[in-house]
């Protein structure tokens, strides 16, 4: 347990950074802290969920290769993947990178929903300011219109809006369920809560509502879909938490600098890269990233300016958290091996050559 306390120490550390930000806010605004989904046992029932999907195949494959399906043998096969597949140790890595992203993951939630009471300005105007000197005097999101018209793409985009919600908590379930290299999962998920603790550590410097709010002419043409209705109930949430936050019964969620959505696509870029996971894997990764940056300024979620706030979050939480969980060699990063950090063979020391010569130098006891 204590070995895999180090492996997410970082993230430990930012959910109770959070969670002491969360509960100093809560008291000094009079506001009521929630859980941010209304069920916590929501992520617990994902990664059990995943358990399930990583051992009832082994189960049924291993049975079927043995031609026995009475209850007994099966039972006996599902207690024999248990042992390989969940023993003590894996229960500890699970469940403690499970605690501390989640921890981060409610605390940053409530942490920005409570930003409109902490900070009462906003820098919509500023930040569309800086997009029009960047863009050639056009707003962003009229530019992509112009581009990729107002028909089909805007369901495209939508569509993958709605993906990256259900991505996030699929991939902490791979990384922490699926993979034996805890090693990359524990860099994973502690660059996930990084990038938490640090969106909401901006959302509360520098509120913004995001263009859709701050500019809705811009977005008129476009056709109604999902997203649009998520748009509206947003809204909706953030006028009756801003007017009652004990009466309204929810968080709000609307801040835009920086975007998180493309700050944890670049964390998921840069991870799958730099971990070598196969060509498909990083090409698709790569290929959603374009349509995050694009869509989030398509559907007007952000500015062009949140978009290099969330590449710069998270590209620093995937070094920070390579640093910190000992996946570098110096200040690169670079995967360890093994469970408790084995070094790569190139990383191994290499005898002196005063002693290579004939005898081999003496071992250290």
């Not at 109770?16 to 009521?32: E, F, G, Q, S």
């Not at 994902?46 to 399906?69: E, T």
């Not at 908590?169 to 805890?182: C, E, G, Q």
């Not at 996971?277 to 990764?285: E, F, G, Y």
Request: net charge positive; glycine share 8%; with cysteine.
């Amino acid at each position: 347990m204590l070995h895999s306390a180090r492996q997410f120490g970082l993230a430990w550390a930012c959910g109770i950074l959070l969670a002491i930000v969360m509960v100093v806010l809560a008291v000094w605004k009079h506001l009521p802290v929630r859980d941010p989904d209304g069920n916590f046992l929501w992520f617990p029932l994902i990664l059990l969920a995943a358990i399930v999907v990583d051992v009832a195949p082994r189960v049924a494959h291993r049975s079927r290769l043995r031609g026995s399906w009475s209850r007994a043998d099966v039972g006996d096969v599902t207690r024999e993947v248990m042992r390989e597949r969940w023993h003590k140790r894996q229960w500890a890595y699970a469940l403690s990178g499970l605690g501390a992203w989640y921890l981060c993951y409610a605390t940053f939630r409530n942490v920005k929903s409570m930003v409109p009471f902490v900070n009462h300005r906003l820098y919509d105007d500023r930040l569309a300011a800086f997009d029009r000197k960047i863009w050639f005097g056009h707003a962003p999101a009229v530019v992509l219109h112009h581009v990729f018209g107002t028909g089909i793409f805007a369901h495209i985009f939508s569509g993958a809006y709605i993906l990256w919600i259900g991505l996030v908590p699929a991939s902490i379930a791979i990384a922490l369920v699926w993979t034996r290299a805890t090693s990359a999962g524990s860099w994973y998920v502690t660059a996930v809560a990084l990038d938490w603790v640090l969106g909401a550590l901006f959302y509360l410097l520098v509120p913004t509502l995001g263009p859709i709010y701050s500019s809705p002419e811009h977005f008129t043409a476009l056709p109604h879909t999902y997203v649009t209705d998520l748009e509206s109930g947003l809204l909706t949430d953030y006028t009756a938490v801003t007017q009652h936050p004990w009466g309204a019964g929810r968080l709000q969620t609307i801040a835009a600098f920086p975007s998180l959505h493309v700050g944890i696509m670049t964390t998921i870029c840069l991870t799958v890269t730099l971990l070598g996971l196969r060509r498909w894997i990083r090409v698709v990764a790569w290929i959603f990233w374009v349509v995050t940056v694009f869509g989030t300024m398509y559907l007007g979620w952000h500015f062009f300016a949140d978009i290099l706030g969330g590449i710069v979050v998270g590209s620093f939480a995937v070094w920070a958290s390579a640093m910190t969980t000992g996946n570098h060699v110096g200040l690169r990063p670079r995967l360890r091996y093994g469970f408790t950090g084995e070094r790569r063979p190139e990383e191994e020391p290499q005898p002196d050559p005063a002693t290579s010569s004939g005898a081999r130098p003496a071992r250290l006891s």
